[in-house]
């Protein structure tokens, strides 16, 4: 029996619109799929039951989570960009703390003393800021840690930010874009970008500065949820949000009744990357290297250190264009780039296998994808896709394609040597478990 009549759905442009940039949402302008308006036409249309669970394995910013929480509906979210587990449980803060967050900043900086001790050797705040202003932003974040993250997030054994507050990833947002407008000098071609410096003079901050920057964010923040709150807009259902990888973490079986994502698309895009400065921010929290994070992420520009197995189960459309990518006559297509795209396809394949495992028998999982070329070789990232869930029991049902003239891609001018088709297409594939 399914549990979603999928023929029923309502799927909009999966495109996003300059009204993104306004309201509560212009405090997360970070890389996502679609915009929340697709997340919660599509969501609402799906006719869910009382206590159904929506799944979304790569979660980012939280776009599928915040929309399944103003519908009323219990969700789960993972990622594994520590960042983006906090943007996405900041983005969830319910109106009904739009008034706290005043006076909380105030007391945050009210005793603010930098400490030049917390800013060890290698601190990564360092390849933007001077050693006096890394001190001061990190004596922030440190206050911050102190006055409004408690003892289940920060254990005496680790961390646990799946248990941050909605109050705590708040203001680490806030100081995020405080870090992130600081080091505007430094972005880069590709807009989700902030690069690193390299023998460049580091950026120097005033206390006062920093000070007014950060408590200015934070009262644009609270008037926005007051404004979210005249909306007559729901508090939040419950959420849970992990910091985890969708190619191992296994979930319980058969406990999601629909998945709607987007995964990382195959376009050379380094999430981590574009992260970097917020990932510089929480390293006292996460202790981790951007290199290795990058790695790990799918869609990883790096090669994988370890041998991959091309399997069958891929598809017969995988496998020709790996064939194709592999004899191509351009540099490195049979060494690096076939690498990173069979990282790309591998961990594609094992997500889908864990989150078939995790749907409900006449379950639903919605994703978005978008095609790509490699050089002049079409990647038919969604038809792939489509192939590879087949073969783990997901049944294509339905396919809404979209056209777009404009794409990422078109960042790099070297991809206009060759001859491709002209834009992108982003497709809705809509599955069911059979």
Known sequence: ??????????IQSPKHTSRRKHGWDRFFPYYAGYPESFARTLLESAKLSDGAVVFDPW?????????????????CGFDLNPVMVIIARARLLPPSEADSLDP????????????????????????WFDRSSACLIRSLEHRIRELVVGG?????????LENISGIAATFYVALFLVCRRLGASYQSSNPTWLRRPSGEERISVSRD????????????????LAIRAESGQLEQANVDLYPADTTVTILDEAT???????PPYCTRIDYAAATRI????????ARLKMEDLGRCMMGSTRVPQHSINISDKWGTTCLKFLTNLRAHRSKASDGYYFRTHLDYFDKMSRSLSNITHGLKRGGAAVLVLQDSYYKDIHNDLPSITAEMAAGEGLALRR???????RSMAGINRKSQTYQRGIGVLEAVLCFEKS
């Open 1 to 10: 029996m399914s549990l979603v009549r999928i023929d029923s759905l309502s």
């Open 59 to 75: 979660n980012g910013s939280g776009t599928t989570t915040f929309a399944a929480s103003q519908l009323g509906l219990f969700s």
């Open 104 to 127: 909380l900043a105030r007391n945050v900086v009210k005793a603010l003393q930098v400490d030049p001790q917390l800013v060890e050797q290698g601190d990564p705040l360092l390849w």
């Open 152 to 160: 289940r997030t920060i254990t005496f054994y680790d961390v646990k």
């Open 209 to 224: 500065v920093l000070v007014s920057a950060f408590t200015d964010i934070l009262a644009e923040m609270a008037q926005a």
């Open 256 to 262: 999601i009744d629909m998945v709607l994502t987007s």
């Open 278 to 285: 917020e990932l510089a921010v929480l390293y006292p929290l």
């Open 399 to 405: 396919r809404e394609d979209f056209h777009f003239n």
